[in-house]
């Protein structure tokens, strides 16, 4: 825990909202973590490292997001 964590009663279990771009995110509504569009898993923004600027979809991992991108490319 760190001194924002003491400033944010709560929001340790709040689901942050963001803008997905390339290569960085906005944050739209502080929070300490999004959702894996493919998994469901609570992805902490700390960790987030992997999404997709056009469908704006946060991914677990890498496994995830290949996983996406096969449902989305099936002739590839």
Known sequence: MNAHDRALPG???EEAKLHYGD???AILKPGRYVVCAVS???IPLEALRYWNPVLQEAYAGPEEALQRWREL???A
Request: aromatic share 8%; no cysteine.
């Open 73 to 75: 490319n099936p002739k």
């Open 11 to 13: 929001a340790r279990s």
């Open 40 to 42: 469901g898993q609570a």
């Open 23 to 25: 290569g960085e995110y």
